[in-house]
């Protein structure tokens, strides 16, 4: 089972079930947001345990987006589309080894001039 945490420590999340593969996001709100690109793994909704929620914040980015955060430490958590049943969740938040390897690039399109990918992974435009 993997478990995560925001940077304090006061939101701490554990799931029931196993991720998917992860992506890479390269769009600009990510990268605003982040400080350069996110990577997260999905997961239902309901495979996600919270402890410390009183300490999530929700940002909506966009009408069908919201992005959650430690309220404290500003840790960015969560990417969660808002009519689906899923949640990503941010590789880094996760405690030790999770198993997981990037799947592939997106929104690559709009990625920083500061970088480049070189992986060999899949790219895609959006």
């Known amino acids: 089972m993997l478990k995560g945490s925001c940077q304090c420590g006061l939101v701490r999340f554990e799931l029931s079930e196993p991720a998917e593969a992860p992506t890479a996001c390269h ?58 049943d899923w949640t990503s969740i941010a590789l880094g938040a996760f405690d030790g080894a999770t198993g997981l390897q990037l799947e592939r690039h997106i929104f690559v399109a709009e990625k920083g001039d500061y970088y480049d990918i070189a992986d060999g992974l899949p790219q895609n435009e959006h």
């Not at 400080?35 to 914040?57: P, Q, R």
Request: charge should be positive.
């Open 27 to 84: 769009c600009q709100q990510c990268r605003k947001q982040s400080g350069h690109y996110f990577a997260s793994a999905n997961v239902s909704k309901a495979a996600v345990t919270i402890s410390g929620a009183e300490h999530l914040s929700w940002y909506q980015s966009s009408a069908k987006v919201r992005r959650g955060f430690c309220s404290r430490c500003g840790s960015w958590l969560f990417w969660e589309p808002l009519a689906r």
